[in-house]
Each structure stands twice: as C-alpha cells, then as structure tokens.
C-alpha cells in the first residue's frame, strides 16, 4: 500500500513538473484567475476522488488512494494550465539558446533549495532520527492544525508579495538602464512598500502569538476531541507552534523580497550561504532541545519548536540586512537617500510600542483567564 501511494505521489509530481513553464506565465503575467480556477478545480477534482476511494473502493489501498488522489489533481491543474497558456510560452529550440548567466542562477538556486528543503524538513529529519512515536504523534498533529494558518494566510501573502516585489524592482532597473529621474520615487515606493508588507505579516503573526497560543486546548477539543484536548504537551506545543508562526510569517515575507529583487549568482549563493550555516545551526541545537531540553523545559515536540524558531529569526535577519542594503544601494540621488542604519531600518518595520504593549498586556490577561476559567474544564 505506501509502495504504491509512493509511485503515484511520483508520478503526480512528474507530471505537475512538467506544467511549471505554464504556471510560472500565470505568475509571469499576474494572471491569477487562470490559476486560481486551476488550482481551485484541482483540489475539488482531488478531494471527490479521495472520498470516494477510500468510502467506496473495497481494498486495503488506503494509503494509494490519497496517492491516487494526487494525481487526479495534478492532472487536472496540468490540463488547464496547459490548454490556457499554451500559446504564451516560448520554449527554447537548442541548448545553445540559453543564457548562460541566466542558467548559472538557475543553478544556484537549485542548490539553494536544498539547503532550504534541508531546513524546511529539518524537523521531520530530527523527529525521525532521536525521537521517539509519541513525540512525532504530537509534532504531527501540531504541524497540521498549526499549518493551516501558513497555508491558507501567509503562504499566498508571500508568494504575491514576491512577484509584487519583483515587478517593482523591474521598473526600477528598466528606469536606471534608460538613466531616468524617477528612479529614486520608485525606490521610495518599494521601500514604503515593503514596510507595510512586513508590518502587515507581523500583525497577523502577534494575532496568533496572543491570542491563538492561549486557545490551544479549546481548539483541540473541539476539533480533535477530548483525549487530545486534555494532552498538556499537545496544548503546549501547538501554543508553542502559535509564536512560531509568527516567526515564519516575518520570513516569509522578508525572504519574499530578497527573492523577488536578487538578481546576480554573488546574491543568490551569499543567501544559499546563510541557509547552510543556519541549517548547521539548528541539526546541532535540535537534538540537544529534543533529548536534553528538560532543563529549561523544552524537551521533546516544545524543543524542536524552538530550535526552528531560532533559525526562523536568524534567516530574517539576514533578510532584513539584505533589504537594508539593497535599498542604501538603489538611490541614484545620495542626497535623497536617507541612509538609515540597520537599527532604524528595523524599527521602520515594527508596530508602534503602545501597539505593542496592547499585544503584551493581551497575552498575559488572556493567560490569566484560561488558568481561572479552564482549570479542571468546568466552563468549557
């Protein structure tokens, strides 16, 4: 059964591969709806043939017909995609037509996706190595209902952001090639741009640190019952997974920006750099937390959280920086470049400090409130 659900899962992706050039038009071209109606009647097509596989389909194949599943999706996408933009990609007759510098990039952002896959699956890596049945039971039902707010908020924020970035940065190489005077406006307007960007992400983040962490264990019973409502260490770990949302929200959409303007191999391998050495970080400092993270209570599912919110805030760091750097280096004018340090640059990006100490004061009343009303469930 995992056999097969693993050839189809494989071939599914064979074939979703293979209607990239056509999704990257949609992207190219901002056509939203052309994906949006796609990928909306794929996950319909995908939904249907699983339910009806696994209710209908009298053999022990449950595992294949999520597999199955997939594939009907990424069938579906392809044929859509494909019979829509056939016409607008050009693909290359020979080898001798590609770009080479273009083609040097691609590269490294090939190897750059593994140090992020590498990252990305890390926790999994970790769980699947040290841990044992019970702690991975817990980080994959964490990661589930944790995720949704990823995929279904920030995800699409990211990735809109990404080519919104990307198109403004265009018009502004497009206006120094022609060394016009409006360069600098539209320098201006990315960064104001870009900061409102980020302060929209980090809201949304402290919504689900503040209040999302402080109602784990309702949310659990609700949707998972009481035995996973009354686990402590699932409540605490997805409260845990709440912050580190947040976290990941303010990568996203720093990383967003720096892939939306690099536009050199220099950039491109400095980022794969920075990947690699906080990959570095977090295998050496997840085990330590998993096995030994007793000590400041953070052993097991709590310690992995934490060792990936610490790479999380290093990889916006370094985001921030590249941010900062890039838009010191884009003014044409120097003397209308504002020059702003690091620091400042920072601030720029964060909420005001009375809307901070809002979010601050929430999380402890609301924490007050869950230990008075909820202690022995007697007003769930």
């Known amino acids: ?9 494989c071939i599914a992706s064979a074939i979703e591969i293979c209607s990239e050039p056509y999704m990257i038009e949609c992207l190219r071209s901002m056509d939203v709806k052309t994906r949006a109606k796609a990928e909306g009647l794929g996950s319909i097509g995908k939904a249907l043939a699983c339910v009806l596989l696994l209710k209908f389909y009298d053999r022990p194949y449950n595992s294949a017909s999520f597999g199955f599943a997939q594939c009907v ?43 992020k896959h590498l990252l990305t699956d890390g926790d999994r890596i970790v769980l699947s190595a040290i841990a044992g049945a019970y702690d991975s039971g817990v980080y994959a039902m964490t990661s589930a209902y944790g995720g949704i707010a990823s995929r279904l908020i920030f995800q699409p924020l990211e990735e809109n952001g990404r080519i ?28 104001s741009t870009y900061s409102v960007s980020i302060i929209l992400v980090v809201y949304i983040g402290l919504v689900f640190a503040v209040f999302g962490s402080n109602f784990t264990s309702i949310l659990l019973k609700i ?51 920075v990947h690699g050495c906080i990959g570095v970080v977090f295998y050496i400092l997840a085990p330590i937390l998993v096995v030994q993270g007793s000590f400041i209570q953070l052993k097991g599912t709590n310690g992995l959280i934490f060792a990936n919110g610490v790479c999380m805030g290093l990889r916006s760091m370094y985001s921030i920086h590249f941010a900062w750097s890039y838009f010191q280096r884009q003014y044409v004018s120097r003397h209308l470049s504002r020059n ?31 230990a008075t009303f909820l202690h022995g469930n007697q007003h769930f």
């Open 164 to 191: 919104l970035f990307a198109n403004k940065h265009a018009k502004i190489q497009k206006l120094k090639a022609e060394k016009d005077n409006g360069t600098d406006e539209l320098v201006h307007e990315l960064e």
């Open 1 to 9: 059964d995992y056999r097969l659900a693993g050839i189809l899962y």
């Open 73 to 115: 999706y990424a069938i579906i996408v392809s044929f859509l995609l494909c019979t829509s933009k056939w016409k607008d990609v050009r693909f290359p007759s020979w080898m001798a037509s590609f770009d080479s510098q273009l083609l040097w990039i691609c590269t490294i952002f090939s190897l750059q996706s593994i140090f």
């Open 223 to 273: 949707l998972a019952g009481e035995k996973w409502g009354s686990n402590t260490e699932a409540a605490s770990a997805l409260s845990s997974f709440c912050i580190y949302t947040s976290l990941m929200a303010l990568n996203g959409m720093t990383e967003a920006f720096v892939y939306g303007v690099a536009q050199s191999g220099k950039e491109v391998g400095s980022l794969a750099l």
């Open 340 to 370: 702003l340090s690091i620091a400042k640059s920072v601030l720029n990006i964060l909420p005001h400090k009375l809307t901070c100490g809002a979010f601050i004061g929430s999380y402890f009343i609301l924490k007050y409130s869950k």
